[in-house]
């Protein structure tokens, strides 16, 4: 393992524990050549899953790329990075415990939008904006007025209470959103402009 600072190989452990989900075990390293702390995890290697996009494209999942786009329509929102974290797992968990090679993007994109609705209204509707690809302005306000009237609001920080549960996709025109499409191709510009996303791409 090269240290992040000196690109040294020479290390060693100094703390080594299991993470609160008991599915990783956590180590602290400490490089022998500048003494910088860093930390390594070490999972179980399970089979990949390629995801399905809209037009037939597949793709290798990809925590990493997943983490970043619930981040960003988390961008300035008050929701801590355990939260996204343990989104990240879950949904890891999900498609192993699928055991199936393959899983539809729309799939991934419900459990998203689930998980965004329960803890931050505001990030929801960035995030449906583009996934649940809106016609125009009007959509998006009815969405809005949705999320009002079932008094939705999220809590000043998730993670003192429990995670948000993950459900089934549950998109309110019938289809679930495409977890790793972009913005739409006839999506107004100043709509895609003001709430694009990066591609999910688990």
Same mark, same amino acid.
């Given at each position: 393992?090269?240290?992040?600072?000196?690109?040294?190989?020479?290390?060693?452990?100094?703390?080594?524990?299991?993470?609160?989900?008991?599915?990783?075990?956590?180590?602290?390293?400490?490089?022998?050549?500048?003494?910088?702390? #860093?930390?390594? $995890?070490?999972?179980?290697?399970?089979? %990949?899953?390629?995801?399905?996009?809209?037009?037939?494209?597949?793709?290798? #999942?990809?925590?990493?790329? &997943?983490?970043?786009?619930?981040?960003?329509?988390?961008?300035?929102?008050?929701?801590?990075?355990?939260?996204?974290?343990?989104?990240?797992?879950?949904?890891?968990?999900?498609?192993?415990?699928?055991?199936?090679?393959?899983?539809?993007?729309?799939?991934?994109?419900?459990?998203?939008?689930? #998980?965004?609705?329960?803890?931050?209204?505001?990030? $929801?509707?960035? $995030?449906?904006?583009? $996934?649940?690809? #809106?016609?125009?302005?009007?959509?998006?306000?009815?969405?809005?007025?949705?999320?009002?009237?079932?008094?939705?609001?999220?809590?000043?920080?998730?993670?003192?209470?429990?995670?948000?549960? &993950?459900?089934?996709?549950?998109?309110?025109?019938?289809?679930?959103?495409?977890?790793?499409?972009?913005?739409?191709?006839?999506?107004?510009?100043?709509?895609?402009?003001?709430?694009?996303? %990066?591609? &999910?791409? %688990?």
């Amino acid at each position: 393992m090269r240290c992040p600072r000196c690109n040294r190989l020479e290390n060693h452990v100094i703390d080594s524990r299991l993470t609160p989900r008991e599915d990783a075990i956590r180590r602290r390293r400490t490089c022998d050549a500048c003494e910088h702390r #860093f930390t390594t $995890y070490e999972r179980i290697e399970v089979a %990949p899953v390629l995801v399905v996009k809209k037009r037939g494209a597949r793709e290798r #999942f990809d925590r990493d790329k &997943l983490r970043s786009a619930v981040q960003t329509a988390l961008h300035r929102r008050p929701v801590s990075a355990e939260s996204v974290e343990e989104l990240v797992r879950t949904v890891e968990q999900r498609l192993a415990e699928r055991g199936t090679s393959e899983v539809q993007s729309s799939e991934i994109g419900g459990w998203v939008m689930d #998980f965004l609705r329960g803890c931050d209204p505001i990030a $929801y509707v960035r $995030y449906a904006s583009v $996934y649940r690809q #809106f016609a125009d302005i009007g959509a998006m306000l009815a969405e809005v007025t949705v999320l009002a009237r079932e008094g939705g609001h999220a809590p000043a920080d998730p993670a003192a209470d429990a995670a948000p549960t &993950l459900g089934e996709p549950a998109a309110r025109d019938g289809s679930a959103p495409d977890a790793q499409a972009g913005a739409p191709e006839d999506a107004p510009p100043a709509l895609a402009a003001a709430v694009a996303l %990066p591609d &999910l791409a %688990p």
